[in-house]
């Protein structure tokens, strides 16, 4: 199975995902050794400035907003495989999930941190929008304008061991 790249040269090149039998398969990643993972993944979220106060002064009748999801999101990374499926399941080492809070927005950040034959931008990625979900979830009685946005990886590394 082949598809074309995007790009200003157009090029075939086989999908990782798909067999010579046109069926889908989970990629064999038992050959790669082992390394040291890490991704970052963000996404922002555009809320009411009158929302953000009302987060900031815990005054969500859900709750503490960003407690909540930032619990949300490090579960969310932790499940990645039980929700995108030909992702690998992970041992995760870390996943750190942080806020950034302007007037009118929230910015979630992922960390996630690995030893393994595969990368860990799923769950960094997965972490990131579900932190987001979250907040949404928790806000929508008072904000009916909210807009998920911007969900994107930021950084992946990996170092041998």
Same mark, same amino acid.
């Given at each position: 199975?082949?598809?074309?790249?995007?790009?200003?040269?157009? #090029?075939?090149?086989?999908?990782?995902?798909?067999? +010579?039998?046109?069926?889908?398969?989970?990629?064999? %990643?038992?050959?790669?050794?082992?390394?040291?993972?890490?991704?970052?993944?963000?996404?922002?979220? &555009?809320? &009411?400035?009158?929302?953000? $106060?009302?987060?900031? #002064?815990? &005054?969500?009748?859900?709750?503490?907003?960003?407690?909540?999801?930032? %619990?949300?999101?490090?579960?969310?990374?932790?499940?990645?495989?039980?929700?995108?499926?030909?992702?690998?399941?992970? +041992?995760? +080492?870390?996943?750190?999930?942080?806020?950034?809070?302007?007037?009118?927005?929230?910015?979630?950040?992922? %960390? $996630?941190?690995?030893?393994?034959?595969?990368?860990?931008?799923?769950?960094?990625?997965?972490?990131?929008?579900? $932190?987001?979900?979250?907040?949404?979830?928790?806000?929508?009685?008072?904000? &009916?304008?909210?807009?998920? +946005?911007?969900?994107?990886?930021?950084?992946?590394?990996?170092?041998?061991?």
């Amino acid at each position: 199975m082949e598809c074309l790249e995007q790009g200003s040269t157009a #090029r075939l090149k086989r999908l990782s995902h798909i067999g +010579s039998d046109g069926k889908v398969q989970m990629v064999d %990643v038992s050959a790669k050794p082992q390394s040291v993972r890490i991704a970052i993944a963000t996404g922002k979220i &555009k809320i &009411k400035r009158a929302t953000a $106060a009302a987060i900031s #002064r815990n &005054k969500i009748a859900k709750g503490n907003v960003l407690a909540t999801a930032q %619990v949300a999101g490090i579960q969310a990374a932790k499940r990645t495989a039980e929700l995108i499926p030909l992702c690998h399941p992970l +041992s995760l +080492s870390n996943v750190a999930v942080d806020f950034e809070t302007t007037l009118d927005a929230i910015t979630a950040k992922c %960390v $996630a941190r690995t030893t393994a034959q595969t990368g860990v931008e799923m769950e960094a990625l997965t972490g990131a929008a579900v $932190a987001l979900l979250t907040i949404y979830d928790m806000c929508k009685a008072v904000d &009916k304008e909210m807009e998920i +946005s911007e969900v994107r990886l930021e950084k992946k590394t990996k170092r041998s061991i």
